[in-house]
T-cell receptor, first 116, second 115 residues
Framework: GAVVSQHPSWVICKSGTSVKIECRSL??????MFWYRQFPKQSLMLMAT?????????EQGVEKDKFLINHASLTLSTLTVTSAHPEDSSFYIC????????????FGDGTRLSIL | QQQVKQSPQSLIVQKGGISIINCAYE??????FPWYQQFPGKGPALLIA?????SEKKEGRFTISFNKSAKQFSLHIMDSQPGDSATYFC??????????????FGRGTQLTVWP
């Protein structure tokens, strides 16, 4: 089946550091990738929708300058948390689909981000 | 506003029993209803999904029941096993409109199956 790989799986860094998370579709070309944030014992919260070759669409309340998304190829999207602070600590998950309306979406295994 | 409402929040079932999780939605434009299973520290994995043209879909021990008129759908896990202990999310989406492709998730149900 379709596989989405996310890297790193876990990162700890100091406050003020920028952190990049990669999301790769390994066996299909993903024109659309979604980035989610999940707090403990809560549901997934969509942060942004990223289409290959164009600017990401951010959900209301998500800071574009804080969470930089790049989808430069059909198999790779990156999320950069700039100048991370402890409140940015969370579980970040990406998903990918062949087309924007294509289902199902395939999820990565998430990245646990801890900011000290 | 929660687009998809899920209950119960937590569920404890004995091994071999039936686990039932319910979801309700308001947006009649939704036309794809997946269920995801998530283990701690992992991303969600698609379990089973249904479209509104059928009232039931079964895959192994997992069954989705869909009631279009009531705008409700449910997941039934037959012969529940300890390995089924996880968090389950229902979701809904549409292929139409400005929000096409976006998944709207329920709040999740933490299932514990006792051996």
């Amino acid at each position: 089946g379709a596989v989405v790989s996310q890297h790193p799986s876990w990162v700890i860094c100091k406050s003020g550091t920028s952190v990049k998370i990669e999301c790769r579709s390994l066996d299909f070309q993903a024109t659309t990738m979604f980035w989610y944030r999940q707090f403990p014992k809560q549901s997934l919260m969509l942060m942004a929708t990223s289409n290959e070759g164009s600017k990401a669409t951010y959900e209301q309340g998500v800071e574009k300058d804080k969470f930089l998304i790049n989808h430069a190829s059909l198999t790779l999207s990156t999320l950069t948390v700039t100048s991370a602070h402890p409140e940015d600590s969370s579980f970040y998950i990406c998903s990918a689909s062949l087309q924007i309306s294509s289902q199902p979406q395939h999820f990565g295994d998430g990245t646990r981000l801890s900011i000290l | 506003q929660q687009q998809v409402k899920q209950s119960p929040q937590s569920l404890i079932v004995q091994k071999g029993g039936i686990s039932i999780i319910n979801c309700a939605y308001e947006n009649t434009a939704f036309d794809y209803f997946p269920w995801y299973q998530q283990f701690p520290g992992k991303g969600p994995a698609l379990l089973i999904a249904i479209r509104p043209d059928v009232s039931e879909k079964k895959e192994g021990r997992f069954t989705i029941s869909f009631n279009k008129s009531a705008k409700q759908f449910s997941l039934h896990i037959m012969d529940s096993q300890p390995g089924d202990s996880a968090t389950y999310f229902c979701a809904a989406t549409t292929d139409r409109g400005s929000t096409l492709g976006r998944l709207y998730f329920g709040r999740g149900t933490q299932l514990t199956v006792w051996p």
